[in-house]
């Protein structure tokens, strides 16, 4: 939609009602309100330590120009100099006594100039600095969080499709006795969140000898009540035909589950699948209680140890963090429909 | 043994691309292990009966449960009634109502630093403060935001993406996010001594560390309401609106008289689950905060959490204890979340 398109658009009665206006500029607000920090945090993870310490901050990565001139081994760093007779030239600086530096012209290296400090201005370009991602790869146990995250992320969404696929095929296809104890079971589950077990929980896994392991953060939320609904709510809907179609010619129940409601039921399993991702990646309290070595450390886990020491190096940090963002931008800008309309229809995430 | 299609893409599909030949040699794989499955749940139902088989389905689920729901529920509960240190409830003596007396000894509950123990409640002050602004701003942000978006705009599915987006991001990064922000030096402060206004330390001022703590979480968590609402704007049947048209009615009559009065089950299912949710706040403020300056933020689940696992004697008694009175709370509040829906669908 190009701007001047929008400015024409007119109310079928051709008039703009201020509530119209009022909504596009909340909007407008919006916008800003709430990208606007995302994208000051992408900014800023492509500057170096030092543009991140400067005040007032400059809006984009920007870094001092830096020019090699015959007779100096290193680099030298560019200054905009107001020389003595008010020229203004670009010259690099040798070296700094007090509040007067020693400057060269690179273009002509023979010519030499002493300009007080307070006359240089430096000479700056636009510059992504990656090595704030490359290096904590090297230097940090990043990669670690990183793969632990994965891990954790895939295992636990594997097993909760699983198992909550078959209590949920349970509930929906068979009568038996005790079916309301069960449901009542699942609704139980989600009234009782984590911060209000979190003491005995970590006493299960203590008892389980996996304190420490990843296998603490995967088990104890695998089961989700919310997961058994929403596919329980989608299998309801399936053609109960198929099922006795399927058993008069001699399928066994794990066939007619594993073979015709799990097919059938991949939109519900995607929904869960992606709210599961989503969980696990940005799950915090527990992972936070029961993992206490950094080997162990999910990227959360770690990001969060990391902000907590007494000299942040931000320059790594805000790396971290945007690397950590990828996956959930990428489920966002792929699946956002799906995310909706599972939050629609369930009220919950 | 009927043949069924089986949706993981059994069938040998003739194209000659690799990818296509390396899907199916994945699938062969797949399938094999399936029937691996298969034969022994064959096998499980002959031995204990078709009927029986549902039981089966269940166990998994059911059992995952048990072991890290229920039983924890019943051992919070083993915990509040007893003393010690030991994480192990044999080797806990056994001490009655002591651990609930001792969070409740309060001179007046008014005056956290009347209290024995004073951080919990505390904690429940600030809690319930922050509970109250959140949710006021939380239903008045998420409302505006989805009536806005209910109206015929250009662009609606970029408007929608743009407030909900900050849902999927983990507290973790929602915090450094506006942390980063939000420093001495970040770009706030930038922009006040712009327009000539003086730093303001966020974090050092128990107003503002507040404030932010309410601000963060609205808008980490708006998105959410919004699509609630949203979805309860969009079932309001089209022919009422027509027919306040064809009245003149005034926008804010039909604001007033239609669309609030049908909006009301969503409206008291976001009010509900804001409230509940606020009462567990503990994720993006801790990073934010802290808990701090001080204990200004410092909420009952943070509480919790570093009774039991964050201090120096981990004081696992009078954690459960406090778990227990928030279970409680919890409880009460999802009781009317329940009775507010069953009447309303």
Redesign the interface.
């Known amino acids: ?1 190009k701007p001047i398109q ?1 400015l024409r ?1 007119r109310r079928r009665n051709g008039h703009w ?1 201020w ?2 206006i009022a ?2 500029a ?2 407008g607000l ?2 800003v ?3 606007g ?2 994208m ?2 992408v900014l ?1 993870s492509f500057k170096t330590q030092a543009s991140l ?5 400059s809006l984009l990565p920007l870094s001092q120009q830096e020019v090699r001139v015959e007779g100096f081994p290193q680099p030298l760093p560019l200054f905009a100099a107001t020389l003595d007779n008010g020229e203004r030239r670009e010259l690099a600086q040798i070296r700094r006594i007090g509040l007067i530096a020693q400057m060269v012209d690179p273009a002509d290296p023979k010519r030499q100039y002493r300009v007080p400090t307070a006359r240089l201005a430096p000479v700056r370009h636009l510059s992504f600095v990656t090595s704030n991602y490359t290096e904590p790869l090297q230097k940090f146990a990043f990669t670690r969080y990183l793969w632990n995250s994965v891990f954790v992320t895939t295992i636990a969404t594997l097993i909760t499709l ?3 696929s ?2 949920a ?3 929906s296809i ?1 009568e ?1 006795r005790g079916k309301t104890i ?1 449901m009542l ?2 609704i ?6 984590i ?10 896994i ?1 008892k389980l000898g996996l304190v420490n392991s990843l296998w603490a953060v995967i ?5 989700t009540p919310t997961g ?1 609904f929403l596919l329980r709510q989608y299998m309801l809907t399936l053609p109960r035909d198929l099922i006795e ?2 058993r008069m ?7 007619i ?4 409601v ?3 039921a ?1 939109p519900a399993l995607a929904v869960l699948a992606i709210f599961s991702i ?1 969980w696990r ?2 799950e ?2 527990w992972p ?2 029961v993992l206490t070595r950094s080997e162990s450390f999910t990227l ?1 886990i770690g ?2 140890a990391f ?2 020491e007494l000299q942040t190096q ?1 320059n790594y ?2 790396a971290m ?1 945007v690397v ?2 990828v996956p ?1 931008a990428l ?2 800008v792929f699946l ?1 429909r799906f ?2 309309t599972g ?2 229809n369930t ?1 919950m ?1 | ?2 043949d ?5 893409g059994l069938q040998a599909v003739p194209t000659a691309s690799r990818l296509a030949r390396l899907r199916r040699s994945g699938a062969t794989i797949l399938g094999a292990v ?1 029937r691996l ?2 034969r022994p ?2 096998l499980l ?1 002959r031995l204990i009966g ?2 029986r ?3 089966v ?2 166990l ?3 059992a ?2 048990s ?10 509960l083993a ?1 509040s009634l007893t003393g010690g240190e030991s ?3 044999s080797q806990r003596p056994y001490v009655g109502t002591e651990q609930y007396a001792y969070l409740f000894d309060c001179g007046s509950f008014f005056d956290p630093a009347s209290c024995r123990v004073d951080h919990f409640w505390r904690g429940v002050a600030n809690t319930m403060r922050f509970t109250v602004f959140q949710l006021v701003s939380m239903v008045t942000f998420s409302l ?2 989805a009536l ?1 978006l209910n ?1 015929r ?3 609606r599915g970029f ?15 929602v915090a ?6 939000l420093q001495r ?3 706030l ?2 922009g006040l ?2 327009i000539g206004g003086q730093k303001i330390l966020f974090f050092v001022d128990p107003g503002w560390a507040m404030f932010w703590s309410v601000f963060v979480s609205v ?1 980490a968590h708006m998105g ?1 309401y919004t ?2 609402l ?2 309860g704007l969009q079932a309001i049947p089209a022919d009422l609106y027509e027919a306040a048209q064809m009245d003149a009615t005034p ?1 804010w009559r039909v604001l007033v008289r239609i669309t609030l009065p049908l909006l009301w089950p969503n409206l008291i ?1 976001v009010i509900v ?1 804001a409230m509940i949710r606020g009462v ?1 706040t ?2 993006e403020v801790f ?1 934010l905060t ?1 808990g701090g300056p001080g204990t200004a933020t410092l909420m009952i ?1 943070q509480y ?2 570093e009774t ?2 964050a201090s120096q004697v981990q004081n ?1 008694g009078l ?2 204890a406090a ?2 009175v ?2 409680v709370v ?2 009460l509040l ?1 009781l009317a979340q329940l009775s507010r829906t069953r009447s309303a669908s």
């Open positions: 939609m929008l658009a009602h509530t119209d909504a596009y909340y909007l919006g916008v309100l709430m990208f920090p995302v000051w945090l800023s310490l400067e005040f007032p901050p699983l198992i909550n078959m209590a095929y349970a509930l068979y038996f069960a079971m699942v139980g589950t989600l009234m009782i969140p911060t209000i077990i979190l003491v005995p929980v970590y006493l299960v203590t088990l104890p939320g695998a089961a058994v179609a399927a010619d001699k399928a066994s129940e794990w066939q589950y594993w073979r015709i799990m097919p059938l991949a989503m990646w940005n915090f309290l936070l209680a959360q990001l969060n902000q907590g931000w940090l805000l963090t950590s963002l959930v489920v966002f956002q995310i909706a939050i629609a009220g995430k | 043994m009927i069924l299609p089986d949706g993981i399936l499955i298969d749940m064959g139902q078709e009927r088989m549902v039981y389905f269940l998994p689920n059911l995952f449960f072991l890290f729901v229920f039983v924890p529920l019943a051992i919070d915990y994480l192990f409830p505006v935001t806005v109206m705009i250009r662009g408007f929608r993406a743009v407030y909900f987006f900050p849902v999927l991001l983990s507290p973790v990064v450094l996010v506006w942390k980063w922000i030096d970040g770009l402060n930038a001594t712009m808008w959410f699509l609630i949203l979805a926008r299912v689950l567990q503990f994720d990073v802290g689940v919790i959490y039991a696992f696992f954690a459960a778990s227990i928030l279970g919890l409880f999802t």
